[in-house]
């Protein structure tokens, strides 16, 4: 179970030299919400200058790539070469509408991310094949903004894997200033609350290495989940099948698939491994049966390989409730 908190009050957090309020930052918060720009610092592109140690908490993941796994216990630190520290603010727009800044630790332990609004919009861009979009999210019955093919794919992982239990676009922006005295912004592209009530932030790559750019960011906002026990991800593409089985079944992933009482015969059908088209015919009409038992594999009721194509012969059994359903 999450606990709810309200979220601070812009005022309880005295914070000096906002990077949201200077000159430097060349607009504000308000601006960027409102238009959907996305305003830069003149420090946003620099991670070559010398900066200060963070106290990073043992076991925290330092492979950038995947899907969201099992976090190590954090018991003890270490310290990492990133700074951060107590410095390092959030500016989020609460459940209300309202914006507000706090230092990250605050925000991280205070404030039910999941349910705040995108702190920054997807700006539609001229020429460009794929536009914005919005998700319906199985997990938590939501629509999950996305920016791009790749990053609707990383959606649809986090729909599908079983340790999430909420998903957020952008639902915060952190800020932390460099010795220079220029501060740095960034606003991961997704946030997913897991079962176990830690977070995950994660930013999503396309194909090849990441930016020298991303590659700096992501080594902060590594130690700056870790400060919070988090996790933080680089999200890659996955393998194409995999991909291209979920996206087949995600399509009955809705309810209105469940299918009731025909599900509960399926279960029972695949009580043992059988080929797929076997239990169907089995249970009736395969353009009434199949739907049912689409939506069974994507949320786990029924197992099938997805590290190969999905066709009539696959092998499906039954299996545990993937998010505790009945």
Sequence with gaps: MIDEHPPPAASSTALPASPWQSVRAQGGAQAAVATGTQVSGPADGGCDKP?????KLAGASGDFAGLPGELQDAGTTADLPVGIGDRLEARFVDQAGTEQRTLWLEAARGV??????????FPVRHGKRMAPGWWWSATNGRLVHYASGVMRTQVMLLDWDPAVVAIACR???????????GWVRHAPHLMARLADGRGLLADCAGHGDISPRLACRAAVMEAAAAAVGWQYRVLRPPDPVLAANLRWLAGYRHPHYRG??????????????RPLIEGVRELGDPVQVFPVVFHALWHGKLSAPLDVPLHERVTVTADRPRRGQT
Excluded: K, N
């Design 171 to 181: 639902p915060m922006e952190l800020a932390w200033s460099e010795r220079d005295g």
């Design 112 to 121: 039910c991310l999941e349910e705040c609004g995108p702190v920054r919009r």
């Design 51 to 55: 900066i200060v140690a963070v106290r």
């Design 260 to 273: 009731g009482e025909l599900a509960g015969r399926a279960a029972e059908v695949f009580r043992r491994p």
